[in-house]
Each structure stands twice: as structure tokens, then as C-alpha cells.
């Protein structure tokens, strides 16, 4: 896939079984692309032997809610990028009642 645009976010997030949680883990990457579309990678990534890794993008016309499941398996995007990537694009994500 190439594309011209901008990175809004990127991000690990480790969830493995070790102590430290680090045989596992997915990496995010939010982009904003030069005709205003946003693009969502996601890849995952395992230190286990036999284990693979998988990798898969969605295109968006906006970024999505924090409960749009984006890719098959029911994942969201994780709220933290979200925030970020929204700040990024001169947004708000998060809605402030006082």
C-alpha cells in the first residue's frame, strides 16, 4: 500500500504472558492521508516460536469511536491514540461536561 499523508499516531502495546507482557504485542499507526482519508494499521507480533505475525489496515472518512470495531476480530482502536490522533487533526475526542 502507498499513499501520501501525514502520521498522526503511533504506538506499541504489549500483551504477552511473560512478566514483563513483552512476547506479545500490537503495533498502531494512524495516518491522515493528503485527500483527508484516515487510515488505521494495525500489525501483531508474537516472540513465540511457531507464532506469526499479521498485519491489516482499514480506510476511514473520519477516525472512528471509541467502540467501532474496526477489524474482524471485535478489536477496537485503543481511546489513548484515538485522543492523540483527534489532537493531531486540530479535534476533540473527548467530550468535557461540566
Known amino acids: ?6 502520521l498522526l499516531v503511533a504506538d506499541c502495546r504489549y500483551h504477552g504472558q511473560t512478566s514483563d507482557e513483552k512476547d506479545r504485542w500490537t503495533d498502531w499507526a494512524i495516518y491522515q ?34 467502540d467501532d470495531e474496526i477489524f474482524d476480530y471485535g478489536e477496537t482502536v485503543p481511546g489513548g491514540l484515538l485522543e492523540e490522533a483527534a489532537a493531531a487533526l486540530g479535534e476533540e ?3 468535557w461536561i461540566e
Open 1 to 6: 500500500m502507498k499513499f501520501v499523508g501525514r
Open 33 to 66: 492521508t493528503e485527500a483527508g482519508k484516515i487510515i488505521i494499521f494495525r500489525e501483531h507480533g508474537s516472540a513465540w516460536q511457531g507464532e506469526g505475525s499479521s498485519s491489516e489496515y482499514a480506510v476511514r472518512s473520519a477516525l472512528p469511536d471509541y
Open 93 to 95: 475526542k473527548v467530550e
